[in-house]
């Protein structure tokens, strides 16, 4: 079993940044891949950036330049710093932890308003 904790969310003005923290417990050496997802609503949710144990990282087209996404092995966290906020950024962000299974965080809200 793995058990994440998700942080940081909150609301923000158009243009701004946010620091997301997804920490782990439990089974840690069992995580193959951590990775960011997002759910706004009416949508379906989306990958937003996964980063695997080597270290190797994916962002989806719509964040690249402005979303990067951070591992500390010693806190086993996993971070997503997010830069130049759009509204449509607005959405519930879930961390999922990539095993022989998958496990999900209980999500953070960001919003992105003036």
């Known amino acids: 079993q793995v058990q994440l904790v998700e942080s940081g969310g909150g609301l923000v003005q158009p243009g701004g940044s946010l620091r997301l923290s997804c920490a782990a417990s439990?089974?840690?050496?069992?995580?193959?891949?951590m990775g960011w997802y997002r759910q706004a609503p009416g949508k379906q949710r989306e990958l937003v950036a996964t980063i695997t144990s080597g270290g190797s990282t994916n962002y989806a087209d719509s964040v690249k330049g402005r979303f990067t996404i951070s591992r500390d092995n010693a806190k086993n966290t996993v971070y997503l710093q997010m830069n130049s906020l759009k509204p449509e950024d607005t959405a519930v962000y879930y961390c999922k932890a990539a095993t022989r299974w998958d496990y999900w965080g209980q999500g953070t809200q960001v919003t992105v308003s003036s």
């Open positions: 439990g089974r840690v050496f069992s995580i193959n891949a």
